[in-house]
């Protein structure tokens, strides 16, 4: 059985395998970037000269193919112009954005919750406005639990603190925010929601459910998955449908395929070693089931129109269709942290764990690799529209980075030293100027150029 958000701790999304099977757009929030990016050194000055090495880099990264698009299907749920709004960025947990990419990006600013022992433990999402909204353990004195939604301003000041429930449960999934600007949170066993300004506006229990990201549908429908059920609620909190697990509970945040499926991983009956993908539609009724070997451990990552990608706790790596099929299953190396997030880069699906190296799948062949040239410790991925990719290292004696890497994962094109110790990192968010938002511990970085 997989407890997906263990406080304090957190949790996965992904691209189109070619460009041929995707939408040729990009979601209507946000342009692809027109220049590219570049490779570069983090701690060099703003306006030092570019050297010829970096000129170079530049020359071979714009002469690239373009990325494929990134197919999100009707994000009328989510809020417009918000530039990382849910986990994955979008319902189709591709883990990717239209955003530039970082050059020779620093260190913005950073925010510290004012509590002892304080510490994120989701990985944030970014508003239209620019307001950084993540979960943090903050408790109220050394003898108590508690967790707040904690809102930073673009301009790295705080905005608000909002309590969350008391209670026990995972509390490690992004919030994520709808149209109309309420954020929802599904930890500490309920689903809460809040106004932009930290209001609390209504919560519903969900049992001892692992934490999931909320998934919120085009007609405004919030799905989240409950401790015996996947729940739906409208969004004033009542209830509209409850889907029924067979075995001991969902896992993982829902998937929403651009046909407005949803995909959601499940834990198997106590005594069981397998569980399932479950295949959903809008209104609640089973479309498929799919046994896996093992528990699902990532969300369901969308590759095309009919295919995704999962991880399990047997260490499977499977592409599966929605129509209840299997394109291919391989065993490979584990992936320690549960629900870390993942990004989608054609060909590649990334997995990431906190004290892991990372795995990639590649959706064409079907090969499973471990990339021990990334890193012994990361976190979950995140990636630009460019397809470079944004992740965190963590390890003993060498500095605590954060890092762009190709799109294979082979060149590195910049890192940005943290002066953070202890604790791991959370899964990167990305702005719509390409400024990238991490909770480390108890503090939120803004990297950006």
């Known amino acids: 059985m ?33 220049d590219g990016g570049a490779a570069g050194d983090a701690t060099a000055a703003a306006d030092s000269p570019t050297s010829p090495t970096d000129a170079a880099a530049d020359a071979a990264r714009d002469a690239g193919p373009p990325p494929p698009a990134v197919d999100c299907g009707d994000m009328g749920g989510l809020q417009a112009g918000a530039a990382w709004p849910t986990e994955g960025y979008c319902n189709t947990r591709p883990g990717r954005s239209g955003a530039p990419a970082l050059k020779k990006p620093k260190i913005a600013w950073r925010y510290t919750v004012p509590t002892a022992n304080a510490a994120f433990t989701s990985p944030p999402v970014i508003a239209a406005d620019g307001t950084v909204y993540a979960v943090a353990f903050d408790p109220p004195d050394a003898a108590a639990l508690g967790y707040s939604l904690v809102a930073v301003r673009a301009s790295g000041q705080e905005r608000f603190r909002a309590a969350l429930p008391s209670g026990f449960g995972g509390v490690s999934a992004s919030p994520t925010i709808a149209a109309d600007g309420t954020v929802y949170v599904a930890a500490v066993a309920a689903l809460t929601a809040f106004t932009a300004d930290g209001a609390p506006k209504w919560s519903k229990p969900l049992g001892n459910a692992p934490a999931a990201a909320p998934t919120v549908l085009p007609d405004g429908t919030v799905v989240v998955a409950g401790a015996a059920a996947l729940e739906a609620f409208y969004p004033d909190g009542n209830s509209r449908w409850s889907y029924p697990s067979d075995g001991y509970g969902f896992v993982g945040t829902a998937a929403v395929t651009a046909g407005g499926l949803l995909v959601v991983g499940e834990q198997p009956p106590l005594g069981q070693l397998d569980g399932a993908v479950h295949v959903v539609s809008p209104d609640g009724q089973r479309r498929a089931k799919i046994g896996v070997s093992g528990t699902p451990r990532t969300t369901p990552v969308l590759v095309d129109k009919t295919r995704f990608a999962v991880s399990t706790t047997t260490s499977r790596y499977a592409v599966l269709t929605v129509s209840g099929g299997v394109d291919s299953v391989k065993a490979g190396p584990s992936v320690s942290d549960p629900l870390a997030p993942v990004a989608w880069s054609a060909p590649l699906v990334w997995f990431a764990g906190a004290r892991s190296r990372p795995v990639t799948l590649d959706v064409a062949t079907g090969a499973v690799v471990a990339r021990d040239d990334v890193g012994s410790i990361t976190t979950g991925f995140a990636a630009a529209g460019d397809g470079t990719l944004v992740v965190a290292t963590r390890g003993g004696g060498t500095p605590n980075v954060l890092r762009g890497l190709s799109a294979d994962g ?12 202890g604790a791991d990192p959370k899964g990167p968010a990305i702005g719509s ?17």
Not at 410 to 421: D, H, Q, Y
């Open 2 to 34: 997989i407890s997906r958000h263990a406080a304090p701790a957190l949790a996965a999304a992904a691209l189109a395998g070619c460009a041929a099977v995707l939408g040729a757009d990009f979601d209507r929030h946000l342009a692809p970037d027109a």
């Open 410 to 421: 082979a060149t590195e094109r910049w890192s940005v030293e943290l002066e953070i110790t």
């Open 433 to 449: 100027d390409g400024a990238v938002a991490l909770p480390w511990g108890p503090t939120l970085y803004l990297v950006r150029d």
